[in-house]
């Protein structure tokens, strides 16, 4: 299994993002896929997850901001952030049995 991570960058305070995780190798559909994230200085922090179509659970500080959801097709996992904070500045990884993506750097600016 492989995983590869885009759509990241600088964005303003308030703004939205989409990163994107493509599963290589194997056919996600039943499979638990989580973000992580570390941001400079802290602990890398869960995000959330999500299993199939539906199945999802957040971190209490995503909640309402954040969501994670699959494009079976695209064998796609994507994290969509919304009215972004500056602390939500770092580097979003996504994981699934033990494999992680390569990392993808999230700025955001006051």
């Known amino acids: 299994v492989q995983l590869v991570e885009s759509g990241g960058g600088l964005v303003q305070a308030g703004g939205s993002l989409r990163l994107s995780c493509v599963v290589s190798?194997?056919?996600?559909?039943?499979?638990?896929m989580s973000w992580f994230r570390h941001a400079p200085g802290k602990d890398r922090e869960f995000v959330g997850w999500?299993?199939?179509?539906?199945?999802?659970y957040y971190a209490d500080s995503m909640k309402g901001r954040f969501a994670i959801y699959n494009d079976n097709a695209k064998n796609t996992v994507y994290l969509q952030m919304n009215t972004l904070k500056p602390e939500d500045t770092g580097v979003y990884y996504c994981?699934?049995?033990?494999?992680w993506g390569q990392g993808n750097k999230v700025t955001v600016s006051s």
């Open positions: 190798g194997r056919t996600f559909s039943s499979m638990v």
């Open positions: 999500v299993i199939g179509s539906s199945g999802t």
């Open positions: 994981t699934t049995e033990g494999i």
